[in-house]
């Protein structure tokens, strides 16, 4: 079965940086695209960022860009997001997606906060 699952989150001040992880099984990771999803408090999930099965193609949500970069690993079927100049506002829990098949999963998330 397809299993996402997620690290890396934690508190860090504003202006630093996190390395999200993503750890996936299950499925051909390695033609499959994948993305970055997060969901602040009282606020609908949002994209933040995809890449493509290769790596070659990656688009992000205007707030993030010049700030996260996604990238990935096919021989360890894993997916990264590089978080830098953090603000408040990137605070939220970030959930890794892939798409197989007509289905979409998600992994559990992990918590990011970013506060003084």
């Known amino acids: 079965q397809v299993q996402l699952v997620e690290s890396g989150g934690g508190l860090v001040q504003p202006g630093g940086s996190l390395r999200l992880s993503c750890a996936a099984s299950?499925?051909?990771?390695?033609?499959?695209?994948m993305s970055w999803y997060r969901q602040a408090p009282g606020k609908e999930r949002e994209l933040v960022a995809t890449?493509?099965?290769?790596?070659?193609?990656?688009n992000y949500i205007e707030s993030v860009k010049g700030r996260f970069t996604i990238s990935r690993d096919n021989t360890k079927n894993t997916v990264y997001l590089q978080m830098s100049s953090l603000k408040p506002e990137d605070t939220a829990v970030y959930y890794c997606?892939?798409?197989?098949?007509?289905?979409?999963?998600w992994g559990q998330g992990t918590q990011v906060t970013v506060s003084s």
């Open positions: 997606n892939v798409q197989r098949r007509g289905v979409t999963y």
């Open positions: 890449i493509s099965d290769l790596g070659y193609s990656r």
């Open positions: 299950g499925f051909t990771f390695s033609i499959s695209p």
